[in-house]
């Protein structure tokens, strides 16, 4: 009897064994599908069921997956512990793949298997075109052996495409603290080349090491096409001066941002070249239609000194905007200046799309002030402004009572939840009969 | 017309004059925080042609130097100053060896930046003498002609001060002028004045602070930390500026680009934002940071000007009242007699007892009296200073006293919220009727059913002023009320006079308190203690450098908002 139990429960325990093991299957299937949503899908369930089971089944198919699977399949072997992958990334050294070779290397190499490089070099050179050459730049990040760094150092080379040559730059530029004359003469070689991706990119990793013609000729290129500054600016080498032509044209490029990183890196740089040209560039920016290219642009001019003052902001506050005023009255408020209070007050109520943005530069002010329009806020119509409207509340109570302590959700108040009558009106009712009080005043 | 205008011309220009005669850390320290800058100007030497030279590098290998790319910087500038170089030979001392001259003058300069790098390698934690190492390597100096200098690398330490006159005099006797790369040491560290059995290397002195003694009051009671230990001072050490001061040299600061963020309050809590905070005198005045700089002549000298110096004295009679009344922790590190100053020993201030028991109706009781001593002494003082004419005092000295006027005030308000926390609130905390009555979304703010010992307290910054206070509901009502209307004024004052500097930001490092009960420690099994073994170290060692108490865990100091 005991017996028989024991039989089924192992044909149970080997039927969902297998289960597994065909669904774990499915899906390295589906990281080498030709889908990019499913590959996707796949690679962020792989990671949560990364395993042994998992390392195996990559190792066995790699070398014969799609090419736009093996990246995401690289990652999760980067994730699994060496000693497992040794023997089957050994076998990848023989692949007749250059890549497939290159990963095998690269991954023991960071496994404290050095003499691997070798063949990790030679792989280099003779990957078969840009997709694959990317994919490798990416492996051997940390890899800081003279043959790979010489590798590297060809991919930097006029036809190259833009992504690989800027990549390798970058990572000769962290190889190499004194730039090897090799690397300046394919960089220059590079800056030579009929894309103008790669040209600007050579160019940026040339200015401070020529006379300026590189800094001139990278200028003149990014008033053509300002878009590559976000791509070329980690080149430029930090500690050298940027001659005035180079600062203008980088500063021009703030004239059409197109995110907010590129607002905070390009006036970073021009902070350190050039604080009297970012602080009036950003300054336009303070009116643009986008509510985080204006935010990034007033944190950048309150790193300048003298970059924001009262006045510019003043001037912003009575602006016809609702969005500029919201802005202004949150600088001021962050430059300890209450002024801005009583106009988002006064706006609130015509604020319309800007009612949550609204309910955020509220509970910022520590003000008893605030509290009145923050309840009437948890009853709006949008969720997205209730849970604002919520949050600040929270926030500005926590700050004015620090002698009591809140638990919130005790209220009954939820802003995702249809009936939201009982908890404001206990929460009205609370600050009614206890906030109000002014003890201590 | 003119006559009248002419006396009050030279008065102006007299005053203008007297802070640029003296030796000062200002008149050594050159702007910036790269370390590209100190080294291109060390290796590139005056004029134009390669002229003959030697030069010394003496390297503290911390963790901090290590990890601030400093052998790159540093093979960068050998680099780019190649013909400048042309005839200069280049030793190394390395901080912490027992013979730190590890690499005798050579012009073979890729051996040091190679030096270098291996003395990095291995970075020390230890505290370390690096006025000695600067001492024993002036060997390489011996039979060499032409120019000679030398740069001290030293990030950390500093503070590990011995005999600071003497290596002045071997350096002048050697005629080396001495730069110092270093970082920004806090506004009148009390740091280790406060840690008095710190074990430290043998035959030193735990200093680190910007000036020759500590000339900023500091242990206020109800201030959980001196503002002292977290205020940068645009500075470096004393005694790494006295080494420059005393031989021509120039003291250069390094900072990380990530440490010139804005923090509100560096060990107390900031009730009025989240982090986003930008005072608008958070960029410094480096005119009046400079007036305020510390004096870089000897110790001797220092205490010979202090004594001097009318405003010092009555804040040092001030300083040792307010600790006599047990308003401070800490007593004046000096005593004044008829026109001089010299160092005392360390004394503590007298303990009020205001913490140890919850016995809320005696502790009430002590604070009120105390806050009453707190009011005489700084209404004294303030008086005192009032008399003073602006040239009979150093401007250093006023701004050091002046805050002491305000902190004394600030103390007040916190005894008199103390008294009313323990009057007010904590009654109402142990009160199960009035527990029960809260209404959500509030519930009782201690949720511990054992009988309270004593008393706690953290503090609520001062970065955004006092102002926001008004609003916040705090223990003490109409009397507080007061207290809080006076600490705005003289906050207010003392900020627009100084909020572009070094003490401003000190005087917002400091809080309002906020009390609450403590209770008796919940204490696990104690571990067995072991007999010694014979595998246990018993010769001596050279102490490890404990990590700094509230420091962000950068290595190299703070910076200030006039270092970006």
Redesign the interface.
């Known amino acids: 009897m005991i017996a028989a139990r024991t039989a089924v429960l192992a044909t149970l325990l080997s039927a969902s064994w297998c289960a597994a093991q065909q669904d774990l299957q499915a899906l390295v299937d589906k990281l080498a599908g030709a889908d990019g949503n499913q590959r996707n899908a796949a690679y962020q369930e792989l990671m949560r069921r990364n395993g042994p089971e998992l390392s195996a089944m990559l190792l066995k198919s790699f070398a014969t997956m799609p090419r736009e699977g093996r990246q995401y399949a690289v990652y999760l072997l980067q994730s699994q512990p060496i000693d497992g992958l040794r023997d089957g990334l050994r076998k990848f050294l023989k692949d007749p793949q250059p890549f497939v070779r290159a990963v095998g290397a690269a991954l023991l190499w960071r496994g404290g298997e050095k003499e691997h490089v070798g063949v990790l070099a030679q792989a280099m050179n003779a990957a078969g075109d840009d997709m694959d050459r990317s994919g490798i730049l990416n492996l051997v990040w940390n890899v800081d052996a003279p043959e790979v760094v010489a590798a590297v150092r060809d991919y930097v080379a006029p036809e190259r495409q833009s992504g690989v040559v800027i990549s390798a730059l970058n990572r000769l530029r962290r190889a190499e603290s004194m730039v090897s004359d090799a690397t300046l003469a394919a960089v220059r070689t590079a800056a030579s080349g009929k894309d103008v991706a790669v040209r600007a990119a050579a160019l940026a990793f040339l200015v401070g090491s020529d006379d300026g013609k590189a800094a001139s000729e990278l200028a003149a290129i990014l008033r053509e096409t300002p878009t590559l500054l976000g791509q070329v600016r980690g080149l430029l080498r930090e500690g050298v001066k940027l001659p005035s032509e180079l600062v203008e044209a980088i500063a021009a490029t703030l004239e059409a941002p197109r995110s907010k990183f590129e607002i905070e890196q390009t006036a970073q740089l021009l902070q350190s070249h050039a604080p009297g040209m970012a602080a009036p560039m950003l300054r336009r920016l303070l009116r643009h239609d986008n509510d985080e290219y204006r935010a990034a642009a007033a944190d950048a001019l309150a790193e300048i000194p003298g970059g924001l003052d009262d006045k510019d902001l003043l001037a912003l506050l009575a602006g016809a905007s609702i969005a500029e005023q919201l802005t202004a009255a949150d600088m001021l408020r962050r430059r300890d200046d209450p002024r801005g209070l009583a106009v988002v007050l006064e706006v609130l109520p015509k604020a319309d799309k800007r009612r949550a943005d609204a309910a955020r530069v509220l509970g910022g002010f520590r003000s008893r002030e605030v509290i009145p329009a923050l309840l009437d806020l948890l009853d709006d119509k949008d969720v997205a402004v209730r849970r604002q409207a919520w949050t600040s509340l929270q926030q500005v109570l926590r700050g004015l009572f620090p002698y009591r302590k809140f638990e919130f959700e005790r209220s009954g108040y939820d802003p995702a939840a249809g009936d939201r009558a009982a908890g404001i009106a206990q929460m009205r009712s609370w600050w009614q009969t206890v906030g109000a009080e002014q003890r201590g005043k | 017309m003119r006559r009248s205008i002419l006396p009050a011309l030279v008065a102006v220009l007299a005053c203008g004059l007297l802070p640029a005669q003296a030796t000062t850390a200002a008149s050594v320290t050159e702007p910036g925080r ?1 370390l ?1 800058r100190p080294l291109g100007i060390f290796f590139a030497g005056v004029g134009r042609e390669a002229a003959e030279r030697t030069l010394l590098v003496v390297v503290d290998p911390s963790a901090g130097l290590a990890q601030s790319g400093f052998a ?1 910087a540093l ?2 500038a050998l ?1 780019d100053n190649v013909e400048a170089l042309a005839r200069t030979r280049i030793a190394l001392g390395v901080v912490g060896r027992k013979d730190p001259l590890v690499l005798a003058p050579t012009v073979e300069h890729i051996k040091v930046g190679a030096a270098v790098r291996e003395a990095l390698a291995k970075p020390s934690g230890d505290f370390v003498n690096v006025y000695a190492a600067v001492r024993d390597s002036l060997s390489a100096f011996s039979g060499a002609s032409g120019e000679r200098a030398a740069l001290l690398v030293s990030l950390e330490n500093g503070d590990a001060e011995d005999d600071v006159e003497q290596v002045v005099a071997a350096l002048s006797k050697a005629k080396v002028r001495l730069d110092v790369l270093t970082s920004e040491a806090t506004l009148a560290d009390s740091y280790w004045a406060a840690r008095p059995n710190q074990d430290k290397p043998r035959g030193t002195t735990l200093t680190g602070a910007d000036g020759a003694v500590i000339d900023l009051p500091w242990g206020f009671v109800a201030q959980q930390f001196a503002a002292n230990e977290t205020t940068p001072s645009g500075y470096a050490m004393w005694g790494l500026s006295r080494l420059a001061a005393g031989t021509g040299g120039r003291v250069y600061l390094h900072s990380q680009k990530t440490q010139t963020r804005h923090v509100c309050g560096v060990y107390s809590q900031c ?4 982090g ?5 005198d958070e ?1 410094w005045n480096t005119a009046l940071q400079a007036q305020l700089a510390p004096s870089a002549a000897s110790r001797a000298e220092v205490y010979g000007e202090l004594g001097r110096d009318p405003a010092y004295r009555a804040m040092i009679e001030a300083w040792r009242a307010a600790a006599e009344a047990g308003l401070m922790h800490s007593g004046p590190p000096v005593r004044v007699t008829t026109g001089a100053a010299q160092p005392d020993r360390a004394r503590t201030g007298r303990g009020l007892d205001l913490w140890s028991t919850a016995s809320f109706d005696r502790n009430a009781k002590r604070a009120e009296e105390a806050a009453q001593k707190a009011k005489a002494i700084a209404d004294k003082l303030a008086a005192q200073l009032g008399a003073l004419a602006p040239e009979e005092v150093q401007p250093r000295t006023r701004a050091a006293a002046e805050y002491l006027v305000v902190l004394l005030q600030l103390t007040r308000t916190n005894l008199i919220g103390y008294a ?2 323990c009057r ?2 904590a009654p109402e905390w142990f009160d199960e009727k009035a527990r029960a009555q809260l ?7 201690i949720d511990d059913d054992r009988r309270p010992v004593g008393v706690g307290y953290t503090n ?1 910054c001062l970065c ?2 006092v102002k ?1 206070f ?8 109409d009397a ?2 007061a207290e809080l209307l006076r600490l705005d004024e003289l906050y207010t004052a003392y900020m627009a006079k100084y909020g572009r500097s070094q003490f401003g930001m000190a005087l917002r490092h400091n809080g309002i308190a ?1 009390y609450w009960p403590t209770f008796p420690g919940i204490v696990g099994k104690v571990p067995r203690v072991r007999p010694k073994t014979d595998s246990e170290q018993t010769g001596p060692i050279t102490p490890r450098r404990p990590p700094r108490e509230g420091s962000s865990g950068s290595p190299s100091g703070p910076t200030t908002g006039g270092g ?1």
Do not use: Q
């Not at chain 2, 009730?271 to 989240?274: E, G, P, Q, R, V």
């Not at chain 2, 209404?439 to 703010?445: L, T």
């Open positions: 790269t590209a790159d093979e960068v680099r009730l009025f934002c989240t986003d905070h930008l005072p608008p960029a009313g926390f007010e609130i209404a959500a979304p509030e519930v009782p703010s609520l955004h002023g926001p008004f609003a916040v509901e705090l223990p003490g009502g507080l009320r906020r970006r």
